[in-house]
Nanobody, 125 residues
Framework: QVQLVESGGGSVQVGGSLRLSCAAS????????MGWFRQAPGKEREGVAA????????YYAGSVKGRFTITQDRAKNTVHLQMNSLKPEDTGMYYC??????????????????WGQGTQVTVSS
């Protein structure tokens, strides 16, 4: 099992930036992929970005491509999500997750086994 702790959420205005971090501990070698997901009130959880830890291959949801960047610090078992040009529709609880994932499922929440508690992101106009 992998333990995940997110940090870096907050409130920003439209057009602003935030950087989320996810620190992983435990049996991290059991997973090959880490992802960021978000859930707005009344909506289903959706995939935002994912990164394969072995080679750094990344995947993004169309709604964030070009604005968000997922990176990793393998030495620290940490994954970051840099979010720029934030929009009100980016508001939600952001979760980090880890799992052993086939690439075509990298942004599918139910494919992931381990989840963090989440960090809130609020974008106001």
């Amino acid at each position: 099992q992998v333990q995940l702790v997110e940090s870096g959420g907050g409130s920003v205005q439209v057009g602003g930036s935030l950087r989320l971090s996810c620190a992983a501990s435990g049996y991290t070698s059991s997973s090959n992929c880490m992802g960021w997901f978000r859930q707005a009130p009344g909506k289903e959880r959706e995939g935002v970005a994912a990164i394969y830890t072995a080679d750094g291959t990344t995947y993004y949801a169309g709604s964030v491509k070009g604005r968000f960047t997922i990176t990793q610090d393998r030495a620290k078992n940490t994954v970051h999500l840099q979010m720029n040009s934030l929009k009100p529709e980016d508001t939600g609880m952001y979760y980090c997750a880890a799992g052993t994932i086939w690439p075509q499922y990298a942004l599918i929440p139910r494919q992931y086994n381990d989840w963090g508690q989440g960090t809130q992101v609020t974008v106001s106009s």
